[in-house]
């Protein structure tokens, strides 16, 4: 009997722009020739709508071809477990990824897609001495282990971008676009991007994101105050502010949720004409939008006319304007002379307050905080290592608290992760509200100035800063009788995970070999996973091509006596299979695993007879590695 093909667990992530390829070809078929958008086919289709114009707007830099394309090289590497620096692994949903993120986000992609509620990125501003990460666009992984040191370490991982290279602008746009691109495949439809910056790259970065996101979901720009005291030094200005840059992954289904009101914020709120309905506030009645309706006269108590002052307009219609009048929501001032308007009672204002652009350092801490909640968490033996970056907690906290919910388990991301204070905030904002959101944090191992005896890389720090958070939180409930009521427990744990090399053996190609080497290759190629391999690290490559979280419950059925086999549940997305890496699969063991049509099965092709796998494919979803 010739053997059946069975599917193959696929070696490397999937194509990015194939999900909008995708997309297109559901709406235009006709454009599509042999799987390939047809130009001719475009132009004709869209006729008119072509704008082909020489002179037309457009966003361009050098390299910025290269960039596209670098999204559509697979990744092939794989995310390998380390329980040994995580706390709680086999039950926390929180994760840090210590590796590259583009080839990290790849990676995710499959699992996470359209799973993520908001995401924080505080990326290298461009100052010319940040490290800018040279993506290598032939090997992307090699380029990430030679700089990380796992192969030879010729390179020097702090590779600055200096403002004489000539592509100075050019080369920051290169990295941040393929990175902003999958991030967006990540976000919900009601998530939300945050991304600090200042003023070097702030300009292209908004030109960026009105490109990947459309400028359609642009929701503003927060300054944030990072410091209180003026620099003198400074040759022109004192800069005081930071920006953060918001867009939503659809302006019109993402709403923030509103900030708990304030005593300060209800303090605005008066009643001098002792009205009933309780305090209010008054609003200016016209605008300066254009409002057909807008023009007319009105006169107040005094007898005295009113009209909106030029270029303004009155927001609502003559009749609406006294309806309000006649039920006593018009505010003319004290003496009935004053210009009209409008009484918002504290009664009828929303529950909470909308968050506005301009954060103070007293609401949300500035970069001394930061850098002092940091060394409150983390023992430097050099405080030179301290990043000058750092963010504060409370400040994050306040952009949980405008994008997230506490008890909708809402996920997470930072991949410029840094110190990790986004993990540290999320664990506090949670400890405060009793809310179970979960965070993935990504960041590269870049070498500290003044490496130490247990902190080497900036990804130490992170994950130290964590851990001793976590600490600090158990210690709090020590002796605590009277614990919060959580719908769930509250997570103090995260599992680490290290960019590395598949676990998988690949071809290397037929070309230019001799009969003899061909046949050595092809014999390795009996074993599909490389020496050394461990079942976990192999399970959860297998894991993440298959599109399971990387917090998935891996178990090893102990009822199933001939061989080992592992079910993989994600709890998330209700998911769940079974894998065997055995050397051979016993009859008793296929029989004892009752099969269904529904159920994923995989295993290693070579452990397979021709008419196990003839059954099994017609019992279940077999995949073979
Ligand atoms: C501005 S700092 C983030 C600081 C962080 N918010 C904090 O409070 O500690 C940017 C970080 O991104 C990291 N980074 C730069 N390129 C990266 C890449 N390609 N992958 C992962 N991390 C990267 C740098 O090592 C640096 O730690």
Redesign the pocket.
Known sequence: MARAETQRVERQTPDLLAEQLAALRELMPQIFTEGRVDGDKLRETLGDFLDERPERYSFTWAGKRDAIRLLQIPSRATLTPVPAESVNFDTTQNLFIEG???EVLKLLYKAYAGRVKMIYI????NTGN??I?PDNFADPLGRYLELTGQKDAQGNLLTSNPETSGRYHSAWLSMMYPRLFVARQLLREDGVIFISIDDNEVHNLRCLLNEIFGEENFIATIIWQKVFAPKNTAKYFSEDHDYIVVVAKSAVTWLPTLLPRTAEADARYHNPDNDPRGTWSSSDLTARNYYSEGLYEVTGPSGKPFKPAIGAYWRVRKDKFIDLDRDGRIWWGKDGGNMPRLKRFLSEVREGIVPQTLWKHDEVGNTQE?KKELLENVRFENTDNV?D???PTRMLQRLLQVATESDNRHLLLD???????MGHAVMKQNRQDGGNRKYIC???P?SLPSPENSLKT?ADIGKERIRRVIKKLEQENEGKLDLKERAMPEDLGFKVFKLAESHFRSWAGAEEKDGESLLAEMEKMQDPLLPGWRPHDVIYEVALREGYSLTSAIEELKDIADNRVYRVTDPDREQTFRICLDDTLKDKTIKALNLTRDDLFICRDVALTDEQAANLALQCRLKTI
């Open positions: 590259e993120n583009l505080d990326p290298p501003y940040d490290f990460y930061a990043l970056t750092v963010k991949f410029f992760a840094g110190s990790a204070p990504v960041q590269i870049e900036i």
